[in-house]
């Protein structure tokens, strides 16, 4: 199944585009540890019969038209090309210098751009022992390529279930107290359009006019997304997530937000007591897909399907909550604070009237323009959330047994920090 019917050039989206501009040039790194060693031998089978045939943006390139428009067009697939096995000679051999050998190459991958004659995807096979699995599938792919629903789907669709591979696994669905549409639907109509215009003024000015102050973690440079970074990933008791969610009667994306924003906020009272005043934004990334389930590639790629593929999202402001003496003692008052601002934002005409708003400036404007004014919004805040729902059962890759899986968004201008809802435990 590809996501065109015909071998022709197809332009890109505008979504598409904007990520991929000298200014913005956004990547997804997925990685899924692997219980046993890696075996290279199953793995270009896995790719040419499961990964390119689900969307055929895997197996094209950006190319300009005689217009000057950028497009896809399929090339050729040359899977020795997109395969990457890192050697490494200077370690001692022991679990800590492979996890040291772990991290400064994912921080390597994370800098690296592809090569324009290539599909914008690569594969790593780190085949290294660390102290959390027997070897890690590192996937590198370029947002234009879609958005983290259709490369979860995509995922998803390449794994099998551990307990009966021939099987089709379930595609999780969210559980989230509240939908995933960004349009309002039962909202008394004055209110909503007073609290909307209001929202959208506000929206305005911040990602026009009204950056966020500098602080520990917002340095104000605008070349952060092609510096050299650190990635750090933090596991966290689903039990004692579902407590909290439970106590509180809110949804799981309610505590892990409040959490992050708690965090936050006791990161930068550490580095700097002042910046706990500093007025901090948070953008939460929202899929619009009339849909709270996974569906196949297939039916994404199906006329009218209520999940298209492609990159299909928007951006909500979210302001972090100050750090008060009553708050520090008693976190899960960011819990509650954050539950407030999202659905806040969620039901509000805001999100998609700034999705006009992109739209209208692209057509009007031209694509830089559009880019030029998406690139302020991620500029002028200081980090992005964003949430993925994780395989529900165990599952293979290549028939390696995964027994954990998480994803980073890179090369933003700002501190990324995305989190995976799955069945591992802690």
Known sequence: ?????????????????????????????????????????????????????????????????????????????????????????????????????????????????????????????????????EGTFIFKLHHALGDGYSFMTTFLSIVESADNPSVQIKFPSSKSSTSTNAMPKQLSQTASMFKSAFDFGWSLLKNSLIPDEQTPLRSGHEDVGFRPMSIVNVSLSLDNIKEVKNKLKVSVNDV?????????????????????????????????????????????????????????????????????????????????????????????????????LLRLLNQIKGPQAATNYMYKIMNNASLSISHMVGPAEKVTLADHPIEGFYFMTVGLSQVSLPYTESIRKN
């Open 1 to 133: 199944m590809n996501c065109f019917e015909e071998d022709i050039p197809v332009p890109l989206s505008p979504m598409a585009d904007y990520f991929s501009s000298s200014l913005i040039n956004v990547f997804v790194i997925a990685v899924a540890e692997s219980e046993i060693p890696i075996d290279d031998s199953k793995v270009q089978p896995l790719l040419k019969n499961k990964l390119l045939p689900i969307c055929s943006r895997f197996s094209s390139i950006m190319v300009a038209d005689k217009d000057g428009k950028k497009v896809w067009k399929q090339v050729d697939v040359n899977l020795q090309d997109h395969v990457k096995i890192p050697k490494f000679t200077s370690t001692n051999g022991t679990l800590k210098s492979y996890d040291e050998c772990f991290d400064e190459y994912m921080s390597k991958i994370a800098m690296e751009q592809f090569r324009e004659d290539k599909p914008l995807w690569e594969l790593h096979l780190f085949k290294y022992p660390t102290s959390k699995c």
């Open 256 to 356: 892990l937000v409040g959490a992050i924003f708690f965090g936050i906020q006791l990161y930068m009272k550490a580095k700097n007591h002042r910046s706990r005043t500093a007025e901090t934004t948070a953008l939460v990334l929202l899929n619009t897909r009339n849909i709270r389930a996974y569906i196949s590639a297939k039916e994404m790629h199906a006329t009218n399907s209520k999940a298209p593929w492609g990159n299909r999202f928007h951006f909500m402001h979210v302001p972090v909550p100050m750090l008060s003496d009553k708050k520090e003692l008693n976190p899960l008052e960011f819990v509650l604070d954050a539950k407030k601002s999202i659905n806040r934002q969620r039901n509000s005409l805001a999100v998609p009237m700034t999705g006009v």
